[in-house]
């Protein structure tokens, strides 16, 4: 059974930095392609960064510069770095994982494993 638990959300004041972790089990993060995506209340989820077997990166362009997301294989771990935080970055933030070992267009329906969501909130 594939399993994501994120860690690293909370609160931070605009320009502030914070680091999402997700460890997996069940499931090997170098092998296939992970991501993180958030969601706004009311809002459908949508994709922030992947990262591919090759790390090949994609970043949607609302965070390119300032997030950056990597693994770590021998703790079968991905993280987000975020950087320079803006209030529009408040969200529930979800690591994800996919079958395949190639990312595609950094589409919800790409991923089939879902960590339960982290808080971040950024105030001005």
């Known amino acids: 059974q594939v399993q994501l638990v994120e860690s690293g959300g909370g609160s931070v004041q605009a320009g502030g930095s914070l680091r999402l972790s997700c460890v997996v089990s069940?499931?090997?993060?170098?092998?296939?392609?992970v991501g993180w995506f958030r969601q706004y209340p009311g809002k459908e989820r949508e994709g922030v960064a992947q990262i591919d077997r090759n790390e090949m990166t994609l970043y949607a362009d609302a965070v390119k510069g300032r997030f950056s997301i990597s693994t770590d294989n021998a703790k079968n771990t991905l993280y987000l770095q975020m950087n320079s935080l803006k209030p529009e970055d408040t969200a529930i933030y979800y690591c994800?994982?996919?079958?395949?070992?190639?990312?595609?267009?950094?589409?919800?329906?790409?991923?089939?494993?879902w960590g339960q969501g982290t808080q971040v909130t950024v105030s001005s």
């Open positions: 069940g499931y090997t993060v170098s092998d296939h392609c």
């Open positions: 994800a994982a996919a079958r395949t070992s190639r990312c595609y267009a950094l589409a919800y329906g790409d991923f089939n494993y």
